[in-house]
């Protein structure tokens, strides 16, 4: 008896019928189909805006694909309709672009299968980076992976709150942009990659396979990630940043190029590395066990707002930190050469009986601008109201962070105060912020310098032979600070006694909202 297999449809019932091959009969004409009613694609009488309806609700990629291969009618809803679905798809799956409003739906179609695609399948970072292969095409291969990555990444971070309303700096606001940056983190070995390039002159021609501007410039950005305890990251070359932090300014500047403007990316990630092996680094007994007892929002963390231009009237007020010193004795002894055999310890503000750390609380307030209350020894040491100058370049600087053609830079300055305690005496800090133009395309960027002093407790007399000077560099987002502080009466230039500090920003959201999605209740 031949078998009956039943299809059914909400709309008519076919019933297929498979006869069992028959000797006299050949292998073509083996299957015989009848059918008791012919019922047409279901899909073909559905209107366009329902079947666009049924595909929102395929969150998987994977699923929308098998949507848009399922038939001519589908496949229309998907790709056809000007591609007015994929505008939809984009938006409802990634912030609003800085060129949303310039471009077509195809190009939404190509951008947002570019992002998926990039933070999918990442890259091999190690391969890309440090070209850790003997297999030419792989690490081609991984290049290509790990800049368009990187791309993605620098774009997803300028887009991020760009739909946010307001300017309640106290209510938590959810980013699309930066749950996807989240997942990519914890995929992808990027931050693990850090400084992790052989520099030296014979091998940096061919080690170097990712530009190196871009790498750094997104490492930079996903600082607050590098001290996440719950994703440790490996810290490569510590005796190189060691020896980077306790430098002197006259051997390696904070600020570079032809025009003094430029951040030292470079610079700022040996400063982010040597924070991140004493904070978030067990075997550690220096500051990780005071940052392991900081509650999640008091540790560094990324902005809530869009990454933009100046920064320095939305300063938050209250900063922890610390900063790290070793004997004068032990200065030279780091500048003049990098040693893996012999340890320097790191002493930090607050350090006890066994060498721990702790972290000392500032309290920063912005003043009208008045440089009247600027003394003049501050301006001559920090130099913080001085206007750029443009210089020749070199063939070193043929290529500036800040972009050649950029109009003539209009510094943002803006003054504050601050109060806090060092150990168990308080102090007082005066300071500026200056506004940077844009590193690599990325705003936001700021100079701080600032004077710590003391006061006698009953005459409010400063007291002018103890002046600590600060200059450093504030993140986009303005939440972290980090940078060199030095004596201003002890040594001058390559002699000059100095160290590195860190502030980060606690104001702000407590905790960013985060989507869930109910399992039970996808389609």
């Not at 290049?143 to 990555?149: F, N, P, Q």
């Not at 000077?469 to 060199?484: C, D, K, S, T």
Request: glycine share 6%.
């Amino acid at each position: 008896m031949p078998s009956r297999k039943r299809i059914e449809s909400e709309a008519e019932e076919v019933i297929v019928v498979a006869t069992p091959p028959s000797p006299t009969l050949s292998a073509a004409s083996s299957v015989t189909l009848v059918a008791t009613d012919y019922a047409p694609n279901p899909f073909d009488s559905v209107p366009i805006e329902i079947r666009q309806r049924i595909a929102t609700y395929l969150d998987s990629d994977f699923d929308l694909c098998n949507y848009n291969a399922t038939c001519k009618a589908t496949n229309e809803a998907v790709d056809q309709d000007n591609y007015s679905f994929w505008r939809q798809r984009f938006t409802s799956t990634f912030e609003r672009p800085s060129w949303s409003g310039r471009r077509s739906n195809f190009e939404f179609k190509k951008q947002y299968q570019r992002r998926q695609s990039a933070l999918r399948y990442g890259a091999n970072y190690a391969i890309a980076v440090r070209g850790s292969s003997k297999n030419p095409r792989l690490v081609s291969r991984e290049m290509r992976k790990a800049v368009l990555g990187l791309e993605v990444l620098k774009e997803l971070l300028l887009d991020a709150y760009s739909e946010m309303d307001g300017d309640d700096d106290k209510t938590a606001c959810h980013s699309s942009n930066m749950e996807h940056i989240a997942g990519f983190l914890h995929n992808h070995d990027l931050l693990d990659e850090v400084l992790t390039a052989d520099y030296t002159k014979e091998r940096k021609r061919e080690v170097i396979a990712v530009p190196q501007d871009l790498l750094q410039t997104v490492q930079v950005l996903l600082a607050p990630a590098m001290f996440d305890l719950e994703c440790p990251r490996g810290t490569f070359g510590f005796p190189e940043s060691q020896h980077v932090v306790y430098a002197s300014a006259c051997d390696i500047p904070i600020f570079v190029g032809c025009n003094n403007l430029d951040v030292n990316t470079e610079w700022v990630l040996h400063h982010l590395n040597f924070w991140k092996y004493h904070m978030t680094r067990s075997e550690e007994e220096t500051l990780h066990p005071a940052f392991e007892d900081l509650a999640e929002d008091e540790r560094p963390r990324f902005p809530s707002k869009q990454l933009a231009h100046g920064g320095g009237e939305d300063l938050g007020k209250h900063w922890k930190g610390s900063y790290a010193y070793v004997d004068r004795a032990e200065i030279s002894r780091i500048r003049n050469s990098i040693s893996r055999s012999v340890i320097i310890t790191d002493e930090f503000n607050g350090d006890d009986e066994h060498g721990q750390g702790s972290f000392q609380d500032l309290e920063l307030s912005l003043l009208g601008g008045d440089t009247d209350i600027w003394p003049p020894l501050f301006e001559q040491t920090l130099h913080s109201l001085r206007v750029p100058s443009s210089h020749a370049k070199t063939r070193a600087q043929r290529r500036c962070a800040t972009a050649d053609n950029m109009p003539v830079f209009m510094p943002q300055n803006f003054q504050f105060s601050g109060e806090g305690e060092d150990v168990t005496e308080e102090f007082h800090a005066l300071g500026w912020l200056n506004a940077l133009p844009p590193q690599n395309g990325v705003p936001g960027w700021q100079r701080m310098t600032m004077m710590k002093y003391f006061q006698d407790p009953v005459t409010r007399v400063m007291d002018t032979a103890a002046l600590w000077a600060y200059e450093g560099v504030v993140l986009p987002g303005g939440q972290i600070m980090l940078g060199r502080w030095w004596c201003v009466s002890d040594g001058t230039g390559r002699d000059q006694y100095s160290g590195p500090f860190i502030l980060w920003n606690v104001d702000g959201p407590r905790k960013a909202e985060r989507r869930v999605v109910d399992e039970d209740n996808l389609p």
